[in-house]
């Protein structure tokens, strides 16, 4: 038997359609790795965006001493614009699949003209944008969740002790926050691994689109269905290690309640 | 000169009034109790004076230094709350200590903050920062809880967590310092200790207004006493006098349904 696998990984095809997989996977990783590192900012500014309570009308009104009566009035007052845009924003990017937005971004016209789009990875920056956009939405919420959990009470208790608000957000709040948002944050990283392979419809050559295309036809090779089957060993590994990490840091953070 | 002046403060949450005209003094060195039944405003006030919320009219002043007046919009600005809380240090029904934090930089984490401030800080950080630590370390002494500045909230007692957040308070060195019902939170058995510290405070003459459920511990601690209802302040007068034998019948009624409980 382990002379039939060790057959198996020696063969010149099965050597060409590995390294073929490896290349894809590692797009793959730089994907998953760009659509984080900006995704985790962004969502965090949308987030504090969204909980904006700036009314500018209101401000307006106020210091020209208008007391708003009608209805349509009190309610222009109380609109808060920064925080409807980006609730407005959310709404669009969850509301939408993933992968029309990856094809709006791609191929939309003109879209092209907004960005610098060298035809060597335009594929790459589309599908970067467009998986950073979408988890930033989805980040944003899960900080908004996090950020709301932290009791008021320990606001009030920097606010007393004289502390500004960015040093209540940053030596305060922050780290209550992310240890609420660990858990669900782990949620969204592990589907972010596998949503990776949603940008072969622009066909960035990630690692599934890798494995389908020993059936159509690669370096000669053609009709053969395990390259597919077999990127699931790479989904798996990585989803592992970051289940691990994340685990990790999850206890890490166990130091206090 | 007495060292707070609390004058006319009105406090809405939309059309319900929950303060109503309230003004009183208070000199240094003194120790006020304000007692009163939940819902009687007593906690609204505290939180005007720590400006958590800001009242409707009235004016507070501190060493004669106007903090807030109602009238006068410069006394409000954003910028300066800031300084102007500074003056005032808050204990919280519900400790809300940083649980982050070591109980030592639960202490220290806001004068180190404010050290940043200081033009000297970049010259002399180690020294300054050392010293802060030094101060920490003698508060919690005090607060006899030496062997527990490097536990984390959650590993003390709800008695023990409230004397950090005592000493948190302290380690500003506010002019006048405030208890939100600072017992209400623990068991029975852990409220001593509490009040023995708040007791010893007193005794060193530190200038505070406590609002509290314990009636004897205010007729023994306090030097004044304010009997609040309904948003108005019923009846001010000497500790002893306004539990022992009160004047106003509502303040009578209410020690009388309270002895009952007990």
């Known amino acids: ?257 | 000169m007495a060292i707070l002046e609390v004058h006319n403060i009105e406090k809405h949450f939309g059309p319900t009034r929950v303060l109503e005209d309230i003004s009183f003094d208070l000199e240094k060195g003194q120790a006020l109790a304000i007692i009163g039944s939940s819902g009687s405003g007593k906690t609204t006030l505290l939180r005007c004076l720590n400006f958590l919320e800001t009242p409707d009219q009235g004016r507070i002043v501190v060493g004669g230094e106007t903090l807030y007046d109602a009238d006068d919009p410069a006394t409000q600005r954003e910028s300066q709350v800031r300084k102007k809380r500074l003056h005032f240090g808050l204990v919280f029904q519900s400790f809300n200590l940083f649980p982050q934090y070591t109980a030592l930089k639960n202490v220290t984490l806001a004068k180190e903050l404010l050290s940043q401030e200081r033009p000297d800080f970049k010259q002399n950080k180690k020294a300054i920062l050392e010293e802060i630590q030094a101060e920490g370390r003698e508060l919690l002494a005090k607060m006899g809880l030496s062997d527990r500045e490097s536990h984390y909230p959650c590993q003390l007692s709800g008695g023990q967590q409230q004397r950090v957040a005592i000493a948190r308070a302290l380690a500003l060195q506010p002019d006048i310092l405030c208890f939100d019902e600072p017992t209400s939170a623990l068991d029975p058995e852990l409220t001593g200790e509490v009040l023995k510290v708040i007791r010893s405070l007193a005794e060193q003459k530190t200038t505070m207004i406590i609002v509290t459920h314990e009636m004897a511990f205010a007729r023994d601690v306090a030097d004044e006493v304010i009997f609040m209802d309904g948003g108005v302040i019923v009846e001010k007068g000497p500790a002893r006098q306004v539990i022992e034998d009160p004047r106003e019948e509502r303040t009578r009624q209410f020690l009388s349904r309270y002895a009952q409980e007990q």
């Not at chain 1, 845009?85 to 699949?97: A, D």
Request: hydrophobic share 50%; proline share 5%; with cysteine.
């Open chain 1, 1 to 257: 038997m382990f002379q039939s696998i060790y057959d198996f990984f020696s063969n010149p095809q099965t050597q060409t359609v590995l390294s073929a997989l490896n290349s894809g996977f590692l797009v793959t990783l730089q994907l998953f790795v760009i659509t984080l590192a900006g995704a985790l900012p962004l969502g965090l500014l949308i987030s504090l965006g969204s909980m904006n309570r700036m009314r500018p009308f209101g401000w307006i009104a106020r210091h020209l001493g208008i007391i708003p009566r009608r209805r349509v009035a009190v309610w222009i007052c109380s609109f808060r614009p920064v925080s409807a845009i980006c609730r407005l924003l959310v709404w669009i990017i969850r509301g939408t699949p993933l992968v029309l937005q990856i094809i709006a971004l791609y191929y939309v016209p003109g879209i092209e003209k907004w960005f610098y789009w060298p035809s060597s990875n335009g594929r790459m920056i589309a599908v970067c944008l467009a998986f950073i956009l979408n988890y930033a939405c989805y980040f944003s919420e899960i900080y908004r969740g996090g950020i709301q959990g932290v009791p008021v009470g320990q606001q009030e208790a920097g606010q007393v002790l004289g502390m500004t608000k960015g040093q209540i957000f940053f030596k305060v709040t922050l780290l209550q926050m992310v240890k609420r948002i660990v858990p669900p944050m782990s949620n969204e990283i592990i589907t972010l691994v596998k949503d990776t392979s949603l940008a072969r419809v622009i066909a960035l050559q990630e690692v599934i689109w890798m494995g389908e295309s020993f059936m159509k036809g690669n370096s000669g090779i053609s009709g053969l269905t395990w390259p597919l089957f077999f990127t699931a060993v790479y989904y798996l590994i990585f989803s592992g290690v970051a289940t691990i990490l994340l685990g990790r840091l999850e206890k890490k953070l166990n130091y206090f309640q």
